[in-house]
């Protein structure tokens, strides 16, 4: 019985971890907003018509091809990439902007946490469209 009651606190807790981690991965875009603004309004805007400030407007990023902002001179390392955005190529490249894409001309360390990698994708997704 005791044997018993320790497997079932394994599965348990390894329920518990693998709903988190579910959640991690869906992302919650109440918080991705907070890192938009801490981490990457100084050079976006989201909205339709947005300005291209320091960096591009990615007003439709999801399904969009990247380097294709109208009037926007983007790096030749970007205008090549040629990929298109979305969940996995996005978090690819604000993971580690330099690593991910050599000689891109965005200066941006990069955001390590998967979780606030997620929250920020589910709120590109909702404001952007
Ligand atoms: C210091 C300014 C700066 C910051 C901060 C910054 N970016 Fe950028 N971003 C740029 C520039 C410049 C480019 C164009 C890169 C190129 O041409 O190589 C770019 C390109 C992009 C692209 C590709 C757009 C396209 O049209 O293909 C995405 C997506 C993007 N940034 C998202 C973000 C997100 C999300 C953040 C916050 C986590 C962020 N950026 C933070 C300046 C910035």
């Not at 992302?27 to 309004?41: I, M, P, S």
């Amino acid at each position: 019985m005791k044997r018993l009651n320790t497997v079932l606190a394994v599965l348990v807790a390894t329920l518990a971890m693998s709903t988190t981690a579910a959640r991690a991965q869906a992302g919650d875009a109440t918080k991705g907003e907070r890192v938009f603004v801490t981490q990457c309004k100084a050079c976006h805007t989201l909205e339709r018509d947005g300005a291209s400030v320091a960096g591009p407007n990615l007003y439709g990023i999801m399904a969009r091809r990247s380097g294709t902002a109208r009037g926007y001179g983007y790096s030749e390392a970007m205008r090549r990439f040629a990929i298109e955005w979305n969940d996995q190529t996005l978090a690819g490249y604000l993971r580690d902007p330099k690593g991910d894409m050599p000689g891109t001309k965005m200066v941006f360390a990069g955001i390590r946490r998967p979780d606030q990698l997620a929250d920020l994708i589910a709120y590109l997704k909702e404001a952007t469209r």
